[in-house]
């Protein structure tokens, strides 16, 4: 299971902190995905286990940081320069798919509770 926290409403340019807990088991691919209204949900970032192989959707331009923690088997995405266009439910993913599909959701098979990312201007 993937048990999520963090999120909330922030002003543009602010900084938010997402964390998520998997439990039961290791994962691959730890990774984050969001989802706007009106919109398909979308790749952010993913983690491989090694932990030193991050991966990050391009509109992010640096901004958001995924690290993960293997001891305590737990993905963090740490957002900074928050912009409007961040407002979404952001989900935490657990996966065993290869390199190549770490930024494609359908190899993820657990997922978390949504949690809300609100950026006001």
């Known amino acids: 299971q993937l048990q999520p926290c963090g999120g909330g409403l922030v002003q543009a340019g602010g900084s938010l902190r997402l964390a998520c807990a998997a439990s039961g088991r290791t994962f691959i691919n730890l990774g984050w995905f969001r989802q706007a209204p009106g919109k398909e949900r979308e790749f952010v970032a993913a983690?491989?286990?090694?932990?030193?192989?991050?991966h990050y959707a391009e509109f992010l331009k640096g901004r958001f940081t995924i690290s993960r923690d293997i001891a305590k088997n737990t993905v963090t995405l740490q957002m900074n320069n928050l912009i409007p266009e961040d407002t979404a439910v952001y989900y935490c993913a657990g996966g065993d798919g290869i390199l190549s599909a770490v930024m494609t959701a359908s190899t993820y098979y657990y997922w978390g509770q949504g949690t809300q990312v609100t950026v006001s201007s």
């Open positions: 983690v491989r286990r090694s932990a030193y192989s991050t």
